[in-house]
């Protein structure tokens, strides 16, 4: 059974930073994709960003230059470090892996941008 475990979220004023990480159990962690999608209220969930098991990245255009997404496959763990936090930011994050088929979500953690 793969559990992904969030743990990072608080509130914050814009501007800010916070690192959200994801800690993998149960599985070969260094095979898999992981990627962190969020959810807005009233909004659908979106991918933010992700990184493949080579350590190829991707972002979306809205957090560009300010999230960097991170990987250390001997602590089971994926990292999202998020910088110049803007209240537009505000949602449940979630932490996500997938290798071929498979695919397990965590239980999202609450970023919250205000002032």
């Known amino acids: 059974q793969v559990q992904l475990v969030e743990s990072g979220g608080g509130l914050v004023q814009p501007g800010g930073s916070l690192r959200l990480s994801c800690a993998a159990s149960g599985t070969i962690f260094s095979r898999y994709a992981m990627d962190w999608y969020r959810q807005a209220p009233g909004k659908e969930r979106e991918l933010v960003v992700s990184i493949t098991h080579g350590g190829n990245t991707y972002y979306a255009d809205s957090v560009k230059g300010r999230f960097t997404i991170s990987r250390d496959n001997a602590k089971n763990t994926a990292y999202l470090q998020m910088n110049s936090l803007k209240p537009e930011d505000t949602a449940v994050y979630y932490c996500?892996?997938?290798?071929?088929?498979?695919?397990?979500w965590g239980q999202g953690t609450q970023v919250t941008v205000s002032s």
């Open positions: 996500h892996a997938k290798i071929f088929i498979m695919e397990y």
